[in-house]
């Protein structure tokens, strides 16, 4: 038995695995969980992030506007299924003016490190980069320096330091939609300066598992077990129809998690269900949170439809790592 190393979650959203099931990852009955319409300003409401938070759940979700353009906003729910999004977007304070410019903001991550949540999302600075903010309590947010130079996407937290570093997951890229990437890890003391790059993994060539052809990113933050930390990511393969979007998994070293104990061969969600095959941006699922409850080892794991829904997909420690071990690179 696998063991999440963690808080507790008793209230985290939960169903059961359908009978017959196969898969790793089985699918809210109810999905999606959020529409198109999840504020008033909403065309769609996809890759987002959630956090345990008082008594519920605290998150920050990209709502792309009806004039398509793109921003994070603060929604709260009792039960994480049902959400109330706010209006307007985040609104950010900096000691520095010139870091809260941005040409836009998308694909928010949401990580709890020692008395903060921190904020990850891909920021609009001369070109898309990684933009860092905290808060206590998701009313006042206080932005950090972007992370890197542009080009970047995918800035992803890992919850407690290593080796006394933050570390954070990122994927290098270009201006436009990206027909390649790898996952990268990088260091920092401070919140501020980040160096000690390292390679965490690429695309993988050939015929060996093309669903991750083209690209790789990472999603959530990772998960802490016993035995490494669990990375769920996205891979992408290039069709004869554009882009698909597919999930996969990865085991990483707890000391140094730049080196992969096990990596996904087989997806282990894809865009099967209209909500994800038909939408403004076809064939995607892009996990972007999961909760994961240290005492029963459950997993509620949160993703983007088609770019422009919200979805819930749930698994178990023990499902994903033995899927993992049978089918992986």
């Known amino acids: 038995m696998s063991r999440i190393i963690g808080q ?26 959020i529409g198109r319409d999840g504020n008033k300003v909403s065309n769609s409401v996809f890759n987002s992030a959630v956090v345990p938070f008082e008594d519920g759940y605290a998150g920050i ?22 959400w109330e999004i706010e209006d307007e977007p985040v609104q950010m304070e900096g000691a520095d003016g010139e870091i809260l410019k941005n040409e836009y903001r ?26 860092v903010a905290y808060t206590y309590d998701f009313k006042k947010f206080v932005q950090l320096e972007n992370a890197f130079l542009p080009c970047n996407r995918n800035g992803v937290l890992f919850p ?9 997951l990122s994927r290098p890229s270009d201006n436009g939609h990206t027909p390649f990437g790898d996952i990268f890890i ?3 003391r401070d919140m501020e300066f980040w160096g000690r790059h390292r390679h965490l993994m690429s695309p993988v060539p050939g015929n060996l598992s093309a669903w991750q052809i083209t ?5 959530p933050t990772p998960i802490e077990t016993d035995e490494g930390w669990l990375l769920i990511y996205h891979g992408v393969i290039t069709t004869c129809n ?31 269900e209209y909500y994800e095959c038909v939408g403004d941006v076809p064939n995607v699922v892009f996990p972007c949170a999961a909760l994961a409850d240290a005492d ?18 749930f698994t178990t420690i023990d499902d994903i790592l033995s899927y993992l071990k049978e089918h992986h690179i």
């Open 8 to 33: 507790a979650m008793p209230n985290i959203p939960w169903e059961d695995k359908p009978e017959g099931n196969q898969m790793p990852l089985w699918r809210y009955s109810k999905n999606p969980i």
């Open 61 to 82: 979700f990209r709502c792309d506007s009806k004039s398509i353009s793109m921003d994070i906003f603060v929604g709260k729910s009792k039960d994480g299924y049902h």
């Open 106 to 131: 998308y694909d928010p991550r949401v990580c709890f490190i020692e008395d903060r949540y921190y904020v990850t999302w891909c920021n609009g600075y001369h070109g898309p980069t990684i933009g």
């Open 160 to 168: 407690r330091k290593i080796n006394d570093m933050y570390v954070m």
């Open 186 to 188: 990088s260091q920092s």
């Open 215 to 219: 690209k790789v990113g990472p999603g």
């Open 242 to 272: 554009g882009f698909v979007y597919r999930m996969g998994a990865a085991l990483l070293d707890l000391e140094e998690p730049w080196k992969i104990i096990y990596r996904s061969k087989d997806y282990i969600l894809a865009p099967h």
């Open 296 to 313: 029963t080892g459950r997993i509620a794991i949160y993703y983007g439809c088609a770019d422009t829904v919200t979805g819930l997909a």
